[in-house]
């Protein structure tokens, strides 16, 4: 049984700022790669690496907020809290790995 698919509204704020973030990642991504194609030293390299892990790590950290604060408190109040604190739980325990 497929479950049906989840949506949260964002503002148009929330989106540009999110993909603001996101394309900065994307862009030290592409340094990362011409780093690799220009032979540059293994440690800037895994320097930039762990900054973009730091730069994905952040923004994830601000959706759960948001999820947290939005879509949980919206369960808790609606008395669906169990479910939703359930999903939250197991995406922290993925998202902490």
């Not at 759960?64 to 479910?83: F, I, P």
């Given at each position: 049984?497929?479950?049906a698919?989840?949506?949260?509204?964002?503002?148009?704020?929330?989106?540009?700022?999110l993909n603001?973030?996101l394309?900065?990642?994307e862009?030290q991504i592409?340094?990362?790669q011409?780093m690799?194609?220009?032979d540059?030293y293994?440690i800037?390299i895994?320097?930039?690496?762990?900054?973009?892990?730091?730069?994905?790590k952040?923004?994830g950290f601000?959706?759960?907020?948001e999820?947290t604060?939005g879509c949980?408190?919206?369960?808790?109040?609606?008395?669906e809290?169990k479910?939703?604190?359930?999903?939250l739980m197991?995406?922290?325990?993925?998202?902490?790995?």
């Amino acid at each position: 049984m497929e479950q049906a698919q989840k949506i949260h509204p964002r503002s148009e704020k929330e989106k540009k700022l999110l993909n603001q973030r996101l394309k900065r990642v994307e862009g030290q991504i592409r340094g990362i790669q011409k780093m690799v194609d220009e032979d540059r030293y293994c440690i800037d390299i895994l320097v930039q690496m762990s900054a973009v892990q730091a730069a994905l790590k952040r923004t994830g950290f601000d959706i759960l907020e948001e999820h947290t604060r939005g879509c949980v408190t919206h369960a808790a109040q609606n008395g669906e809290e169990k479910e939703m604190i359930d999903e939250l739980m197991d995406v922290i325990k993925q998202f902490s790995k």
